[in-house]
Each structure stands twice: as structure tokens, then as C-alpha cells.
């Protein structure tokens, strides 16, 4: 059995930050579906939020945490957005000696552009591939410190005895057979969970896996309600647009040539924060002045061929490649698509969980930086600032902890573990899981999307039942051992249900309209009930909802207008 000091699960910008922050000191070693490169952030596009002052010098980092706050429609938990904007700086100083080739002003500095919901030009960018510059620095930075990597590893269950965490057991997608890894410390960094949605920008992988696999050992679940839907996903393959494309100066055009954001934002316009934008799309698209009665124009043209080619390259490459359109001479159609989990499994701002020895990071957790929406620019920020304090955390516990890591509670959940996996690769049932999961999917989107309420979210849950039923009736079309995908995602499918469920349930619990989440038979946003985070803590019948309080230090709530 291997043993690592901390294992850390995700090779994506949160796993490698916090590797980085411990392998000095202890041995390190990072498990991934896929090699690091190949994970989500390496999409992100339009850039990284730090209060860098580069273009206007009165932007500071109190400016940054109040924004988040207010566009997290105050379920924030204001020290965590305060320590987000303020390690920002260095944060991003840090990358950039490290060799993050951010874009430059004249004078030399980091270029800096305007994201929605942000007062200044605070988004720092590398062109519009800011993650594929970002996490290919992490990446160099953690083969020159010598990272041990495990690639092709799908970890399906998280060893806890005593309330604290052992260890881990990861399917090895080449061969097919179950291994077990005994660590002191294990840090969660496994992304969203995107694809629960029909419709998402979230690559193949996000499949909210990891946090399916904390919940089903003990550790509660927060906020998973919260969905955002990014405005501008390019019709027909849901790609992302970035919001750099706005920022940069796009217009959002309906059917009868109006910039209707007027109507929704009067000030910020285009750069409203992410839900009111999605939101306003939806309603011009059902109000009918939608194209095709399906999507709106986001507009390029005016900007000029020159600052297309320089600042949204990768925009134009895609609008081409994949709907034959030149941002140049033509307005490009785009709809709203799921985009970002701000819940996740609930964790402090050190990423400590209510298991000891288990930490977690980045999209997977919910340190509740962002609360109900969270702002464009600050979720890779939140990989490399939480990233590396829970890496910090985990070096600490490490440190001192006593004894070692039970070897007998990882064997014990390695024999469990693989005759579950043996039981679902030979099942005799007759169920295809590729339909439950289109299903599932298109029901979330349907029923649990960007407008809620009480009917076709009660709706949506008896599907979910009904599919969790079905689920366990399965049969796979392949059931050989190497490389079975068929298999993983079988298998990944149960965690899916599983965490949509608590998404949809926890959605009907919520009777206010907060950030994200819409209800159109609770409109308002009622802090006198609702000023509370949900954690979701998982039974055999489903989720079992509990509350927390939001930490509230500076800023009381106040009305959110823009
Ligand atoms: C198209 C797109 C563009 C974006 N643009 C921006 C942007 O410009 N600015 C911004 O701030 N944010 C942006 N975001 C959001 C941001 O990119 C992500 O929130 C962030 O990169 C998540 O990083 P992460 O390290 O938490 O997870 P990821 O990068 O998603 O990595 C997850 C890792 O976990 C591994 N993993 C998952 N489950 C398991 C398992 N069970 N076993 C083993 N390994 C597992 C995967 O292999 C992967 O290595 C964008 C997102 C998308 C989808």
C-alpha cells in the first residue's frame, strides 16, 4: 500500500497550490482523473481578480471584499471574502515570479480590465487563456519541486474512522483495479460540479465527484442550492464566451436590436454581476425577443478587428471553430449555461472540515467567499489564495499529529470498495446509466435552472427518486477492466444523483430569492429567514438540512442594485 504524508486529490489550480505550499516539508502526492493539465482551470479564460491598482490607483483590497459581499448577496461570510481580496495581491505578485506571462500595460505592469460587479478594472489577464498560463505555471512549479503525481486515478472513497481521515481509495482507470493510499493529511481539490447540468461550460470531468465522495463519509455539504449560470455560453455547444468579452466593451443585443441590459442594470449594463445578466437574457428570451427563440447577440464588432485579435483571441478561434462565425464582421448567438457550483463541502477558511485531517479547496469547497453569486475573476483567485492556506493547514496537522494513519481502516475500505466496483462492473440489471444521466441532467436544467419554483422543483425530485431507484438496476455495455469509462462513469453516476439531489431539494427548502438562486414564487430576498447557510448531511433517504450562521463583521445587507 502506497503512503504519502498529504495526499492531495485534483491536479487542478487548487490542488497544485496547496502541493506546493507542504512539499517542502513532507512528501506530497497528487491523485487525478486526468494529468493536471488536462483539468478545468486550464479553461478559465478572462482572468484572475487582485486590487493591483494598476490602472486605477483607488481600487484597494476593501473595495474588492465589499464587492464580493454585495455580489454574493450578502451570504458571503464576510472574513472570508476580506482574506480572499486581501491575499489576492501577493497571491498574483506571487504567479507572476513564478512565470505566469500575464498581459502588460504600456508602462510594464499587469494589465488590468473590468469584470461584472466590480468597481475598477481589477481583472488581471493572460490574453483570454488566463487559466491555461496560470495553471501551466503551477504545473512547471510543482515538476521543478518534485511532486509526486498519480494520474488516471478516480478516488471513490475517503478513509474516516474515529472522525478522522486515513487515507483514500482510488479506482485506477488503466487497469481497472482498486488501489489504496494511506495518508496523514488528504486535501479535496476536485472542482465543480457542472455536469449535472444538460447544458454547462464545465468540462467532462466536473462531475462533483469528490464532493459526492466527502459527503457520503460524513461531511456535510453547503450551499449547494447556489448555481451559477454564466450569461454568455455559445448556442448549440454551450462553450464559454468570457465575461472578458464585456468587459472588454461587448454589447448584449435581443431580437429587436435592443442593449436590453438597460432595462435590468441601468449603470452596470453588460457588467452586471453574472445572475442578474443570465437572468435578464432568460426573460428576453421567453418574453420572445430572443433569436430562434433560443438565444441574443453578444456583439464584438464595434470593438475593431485590432482589439479582438489582441485581447480575445481564443473568443474568435472559438466562435469560428465551432458556430463559423467571425466576432469581427458578426454578432455571435449565445444563451445561459450552468457554469459554477458555489456550494461545496463545508470548510473554514483554513479549508479545515469537521473531519480531522481533511482539508479541501477550490471549487469542491465552500469557504463561502462568494455566498449566493459569485463575482467573474474570483474563482481561480479562490484556487491559488485557499488553495494554499489549506495546504498550510495540512502541513500544520501533519506536524503534529501523534500516530500514524490506520493501515487496517484503508485495507478494510479497500476490500469494501472493490466489491462494490466488482458488483456494478458485472451487474446483471438492465438499466443504461447513460440515460439516467441525460435524464438527470436534463431535468436539473429544466426544473432546478436559473428561474425556481415550488412545483418544478418537487417535480424535479421525484425524477431524482425515481433515477436513484433505477440506478441501482444497472447494466453496463462494457465490463472489461482496462480503461473502462463505462465503468467510471457508472460509477461516478450514484455521487451525481446523489449531490443533484441535495441541489434540488435544497433549492425547495430555500423560500426567498437570493443571488442565484430565483424563486418566482418567492421573490424577494428575506433576510430575517433566510440570512443562514444550508448544510446538507447525507442519510439513506436523502439529505438532512441543517443551518449555519453567516459571519457578518463590516457590511450589514442592504438592497442589491447595480
Ligand atoms: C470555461 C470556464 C472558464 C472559466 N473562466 C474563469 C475565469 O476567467 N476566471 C475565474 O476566476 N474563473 C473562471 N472559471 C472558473 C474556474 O476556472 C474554476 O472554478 C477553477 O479553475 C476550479 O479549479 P479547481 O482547482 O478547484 O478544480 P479543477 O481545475 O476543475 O480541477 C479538478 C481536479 O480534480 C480532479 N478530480 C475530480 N474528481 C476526482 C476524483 N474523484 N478523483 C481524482 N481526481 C479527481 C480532476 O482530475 C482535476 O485535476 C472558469 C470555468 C470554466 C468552466
Request: aromatic share 8%; with cysteine.
Given at each position: 500500500?502506497?503512503?504519502?504524508?498529504?495526499?492531495?486529490?485534483?491536479?487542478?489550480l487548487?490542488?497544485?497550490?496547496?502541493?506546493?505550499?507542504a512539499?517542502?516539508e513532507l512528501?506530497v502526492?497528487v491523485?487525478?482523473?486526468?494529468?493536471?493539465?488536462?483539468?478545468?482551470s486550464?479553461a478559465?479564460?478572462?482572468g484572475?481578480?487582485?486590487a493591483?491598482?494598476?490602472v486605477?490607483?483607488e481600487?484597494?483590497?476593501?473595495?474588492h471584499?465589499?464587492?464580493t459581499?454585495?455580489?454574493?448577496?450578502?451570504?458571503?461570510?464576510?472574513?472570508?471574502?476580506?482574506?480572499?481580496?486581501?491575499?489576492?495581491i501577493d497571491?498574483?505578485?506571487?504567479?507572476?515570479?513564478?512565470?505566469?506571462p500575464?498581459?502588460?500595460?504600456?508602462n510594464?505592469k499587469?494589465?488590468?480590465?473590468?469584470?461584472?460587479g466590480?468597481?475598477?478594472?481589477?481583472?488581471?489577464?493572460?490574453?483570454?487563456?488566463t487559466?491555461?498560463?496560470?495553471?501551466?505555471?503551477?504545473?512547471?512549479?510543482?515538476?521543478?519541486k518534485k511532486?509526486?503525481?498519480y494520474?488516471?486515478r478516480?478516488?471513490?472513497e475517503?478513509?474516516?474512522?474515529?472522525?478522522?481521515?486515513?487515507g483514500v481509495?482510488a479506482?485506477?482507470l488503466?487497469?481497472g483495479?482498486?488501489?489504496?493510499?494511506?495518508?496523514?493529511?488528504?486535501i479535496?481539490?476536485?472542482?465543480?460540479?457542472?455536469?449535472?447540468?444538460s447544458k454547462?461550460?464545465?468540462?467532462?470531468?466536473?462531475?462533483?465527484s469528490?464532493?459526492?465522495?466527502?459527503?457520503?463519509?460524513?461531511v456535510p455539504?453547503?450551499?449547494?442550492e447556489?448555481?451559477?449560470?454564466h450569461?454568455?455560453s455559445?448556442?448549440g455547444?454551450?462553450i464559454?464566451m468570457?465575461?472578458?468579452?464585456?468587459?472588454e466593451?461587448?454589447?448584449?443585443i435581443?431580437?429587436?436590436?435592443?442593449?436590453?441590459?438597460?432595462?435590468?442594470?441601468?449603470?452596470a449594463?453588460e457588467?452586471?454581476?453574472?445572475?442578474?445578466?443570465?437572468?435578464?437574457i432568460q426573460?428576453?428570451?421567453?418574453?420572445g425577443?430572443?433569436?430562434e427563440?433560443?438565444?441574443?447577440?453578444?456583439?464584438?464588432?464595434?470593438?475593431?478587428?485590432?482589439?479582438?485579435?489582441?485581447r480575445?483571441p481564443g473568443?474568435r478561434e472559438i466562435?469560428?471553430?465551432?458556430?463559423g462565425?467571425?466576432?469581427i464582421?458578426a454578432?455571435?448567438p449565445i444563451?445561459?449555461?450552468?457554469?459554477y457550483?458555489?456550494g461545496?463541502?463545508?470548510?473554514?477558511?483554513?479549508?479545515?472540515t469537521?473531519?480531522?485531517?481533511?482539508?479541501?479547496?477550490?471549487?469542491?469547497?465552500?469557504?463561502?467567499a462568494?455566498?449566493?453569486?459569485r463575482?467573474?475573476?474570483?474563482s481561480?483567485?479562490?484556487?491559488i489564495?485557499?488553495?494554499?492556506?489549506?495546504?498550510?493547514?495540512?502541513?500544520?496537522y501533519?506536524?503534529?499529529?501523534?500516530?500514524?494513519?490506520?493501515?487496517?481502516?484503508?485495507?478494510e475500505?479497500?476490500e469494501?470498495c472493490?466489491e462494490?466496483?466488482?458488483?456494478?462492473?458485472?451487474?446483471?440489471g438492465?438499466?443504461d446509466?447513460a440515460?439516467?444521466r441525460?435524464?438527470?441532467?436534463?431535468?436539473m436544467?429544466?426544473k432546478?435552472?436559473?428561474?425556481?419554483?415550488?412545483?418544478?422543483l418537487?417535480?424535479?425530485?421525484e425524477?431524482?427518486?425515481?433515477?436513484?431507484?433505477r440506478?441501482?438496476?444497472?447494466?453496463l455495455s462494457?465490463?472489461?477492466?482496462?480503461?473502462n469509462?463505462?465503468?467510471?462513469?457508472?460509477?461516478?453516476?450514484?455521487?451525481?444523483?446523489e449531490v443533484?439531489e441535495v441541489?434540488?431539494?435544497?433549492?425547495?427548502l430555500?423560500?426567498?430569492?437570493?443571488?442565484?438562486h430565483?424563486?418566482?414564487?418567492f421573490?424577494?430576498?428575506?433576510?430575517?429567514?433566510?440570512l443562514k447557510h444550508?448544510?446538507?448531511?447525507r442519510?439513506?433517504?436523502?439529505?438532512?438540512?441543517d443551518f449555519?450562521?453567516?459571519?457578518?463583521?463590516?457590511?450589514q445587507?442592504?438592497?442589491r442594485?447595480y
Amino acid at each position: 500500500m502506497k503512503h504519502h504524508q498529504v495526499i492531495i486529490v485534483g491536479g487542478g489550480l487548487a490542488g497544485l497550490r496547496a502541493a506546493l505550499e507542504a512539499v517542502d516539508e513532507l512528501d506530497v502526492a497528487v491523485l487525478s482523473q486526468v494529468h493536471p493539465v488536462r483539468s478545468h482551470s486550464i479553461a478559465a479564460q478572462g482572468g484572475i481578480n487582485a486590487a493591483l491598482a494598476n490602472v486605477s490607483d483607488e481600487d484597494s483590497w476593501e473595495r474588492h471584499a465589499f464587492d464580493t459581499i454585495k455580489g454574493s448577496d450578502y451570504l458571503a461570510d464576510q472574513p472570508a471574502a476580506e482574506i480572499l481580496a486581501r491575499e489576492a495581491i501577493d497571491r498574483v505578485y506571487e504567479s507572476e515570479h513564478w512565470g505566469c506571462p500575464y498581459s502588460r500595460l504600456e508602462n510594464g505592469k499587469i494589465a488590468q480590465r473590468p469584470f461584472g460587479g466590480g468597481g475598477f478594472p481589477r481583472t488581471c489577464y493572460a490574453s483570454d487563456r488566463t487559466g491555461h498560463a496560470l495553471l501551466h505555471t503551477m504545473y512547471e512549479r510543482s515538476v521543478l519541486k518534485k511532486v509526486k503525481v498519480y494520474e488516471e486515478r478516480m478516488v471513490i472513497e475517503l478513509v474516516v474512522e474515529d472522525g478522522t481521515c486515513h487515507g483514500v481509495v482510488a479506482l485506477n482507470l488503466v487497469t481497472g483495479e482498486l488501489e489504496a493510499y494511506l495518508a496523514d493529511a488528504v486535501i479535496f481539490t476536485t472542482g465543480g460540479a457542472g455536469r449535472i447540468y444538460s447544458k454547462s461550460t464545465n468540462a467532462i470531468i466536473n462531475t462533483g465527484s469528490g464532493m459526492a465522495v466527502a459527503y457520503r463519509a460524513g461531511v456535510p455539504l453547503k450551499d449547494m442550492e447556489f448555481i451559477q449560470f454564466h450569461p454568455t455560453s455559445l448556442y448549440g455547444t454551450n462553450i464559454l464566451m468570457t465575461e472578458g468579452a464585456r468587459g472588454e466593451g461587448g454589447y448584449l443585443i435581443n431580437s429587436e436590436g435592443e442593449r436590453f441590459m438597460e432595462k435590468y442594470a441601468p449603470s452596470a449594463m453588460e457588467l452586471a454581476p453574472r445572475d442578474i445578466v443570465a437572468r435578464a437574457i432568460q426573460t428576453e428570451i421567453k418574453e420572445g425577443r430572443g433569436f430562434e427563440g433560443e438565444y441574443v447577440h453578444l456583439d464584438l464588432r464595434h470593438l475593431g478587428a485590432e482589439k479582438i485579435m489582441e485581447r480575445l483571441p481564443g473568443i474568435r478561434e472559438i466562435a469560428l471553430d465551432f458556430a463559423g462565425i467571425d466576432p469581427i464582421t458578426a454578432p455571435i448567438p449565445i444563451q445561459p449555461a450552468q457554469h459554477y457550483t458555489m456550494g461545496g463541502i463545508d470548510c473554514d477558511v483554513d479549508g479545515v472540515t469537521v473531519v480531522k485531517g481533511f482539508f479541501t479547496a477550490g471549487e469542491c469547497a465552500c469557504v463561502s467567499a462568494h455566498g449566493a453569486n459569485r463575482l467573474g475573476g474570483n474563482s481561480i483567485l479562490e484556487t491559488i489564495v485557499y488553495g494554499k492556506r489549506a495546504g498550510e493547514a495540512a502541513l500544520k496537522y501533519v506536524k503534529g499529529r501523534e500516530s500514524g494513519p490506520s493501515r487496517r481502516a484503508v485495507e478494510e475500505a479497500l476490500e469494501r470498495c472493490t466489491e462494490l466496483v466488482e458488483g456494478l462492473r458485472t451487474a446483471d440489471g438492465s438499466e443504461d446509466p447513460a440515460a439516467i444521466r441525460e435524464e438527470m441532467t436534463k431535468v436539473m436544467f429544466d426544473k432546478v435552472g436559473i428561474f425556481r419554483d415550488a412545483e418544478n422543483l418537487k417535480a424535479a425530485i421525484e425524477t431524482l427518486v425515481e433515477l436513484k431507484e433505477r440506478y441501482r438496476n444497472l447494466r453496463l455495455s462494457y465490463r472489461g477492466k482496462r480503461y473502462n469509462l463505462d465503468l467510471a462513469r457508472a460509477w461516478e453516476l450514484g455521487g451525481m444523483l446523489e449531490v443533484a439531489e441535495v441541489i434540488a431539494r435544497g433549492a425547495l427548502l430555500r423560500e426567498e430569492s437570493r443571488g442565484s438562486h430565483a424563486r418566482t414564487d418567492f421573490t424577494e430576498r428575506d433576510d430575517e429567514n433566510w440570512l443562514k447557510h444550508t448544510l446538507a448531511y447525507r442519510t439513506d433517504d436523502g439529505p438532512r438540512f441543517d443551518f449555519k450562521e453567516v459571519i457578518i463583521t463590516k457590511y450589514q445587507p442592504q438592497a442589491r442594485r447595480y
